[in-house]
């Protein structure tokens, strides 16, 4: 978890300061979507367990973050889920949210043909 005094700092960015890593994951309901580690620099390192055209379940362990600060960040195509209330409130009061695995983020908007 990245501490929220460094989310909301000026000194630091810790979206585009820290390590990244971008993978994208091709699914059936959602389409494209890519997923952001962000390990805390100077302490955070990314392992990921899978390999590119490898197929993850839901539930798979996909990677880890070692030592150190991290958060990850999805990105979805557009029009194609709607992000649950808590997290679109929090995130217009700058606040973090803690999820856990099985936690709903959002729902589908509707069927991808």
Same mark, same amino acid.
């Given at each position: 978890?990245?501490?929220?005094?460094?989310?909301?700092?000026?000194?630091?960015?810790?979206?585009?300061?820290?390590?990244?890593?971008?993978?994208?994951?091709?699914?059936?309901?959602?389409?494209?979507?890519?997923?952001?580690?962000?390990?805390?620099?100077?302490?955070?390192?990314?392992?990921?367990? +899978?390999?590119?055209?490898?197929? /993850? *379940?839901? @539930?798979?362990?996909? !990677?880890?973050?070692?030592?150190?600060? $991290?958060?990850?960040?999805?990105?979805?195509?557009?029009?194609?889920?709607?992000?649950?209330?808590?997290?679109?409130?929090?995130?217009? +009061?700058?606040?973090?949210?803690? /999820? *856990?695995? @099985?936690?709903?983020? !959002?729902?589908?908007?509707?069927?991808? $043909?």
């Amino acid at each position: 978890m990245v501490n929220p005094i460094a989310v909301n700092s000026k000194y630091c960015n810790v979206f585009t300061e820290n390590k990244r890593t971008v993978s994208i994951i091709s699914t059936a309901q959602f389409g494209k979507v890519a997923f952001v580690a962000i390990g805390a620099t100077m302490v955070g390192s990314i392992t990921f367990v +899978k390999e590119k055209g490898d197929y /993850v *379940q839901k @539930g798979d362990e996909f !990677g880890y973050f070692s030592f150190g600060g $991290s958060t990850v960040v999805c990105v979805f195509e557009k029009d194609v889920i709607d992000i649950d209330s808590d997290l679109l409130t929090n995130s217009t +009061k700058s606040l973090e949210t803690l /999820v *856990q695995v @099985g936690m709903s983020l !959002g729902v589908m908007k509707q069927k991808r $043909s």
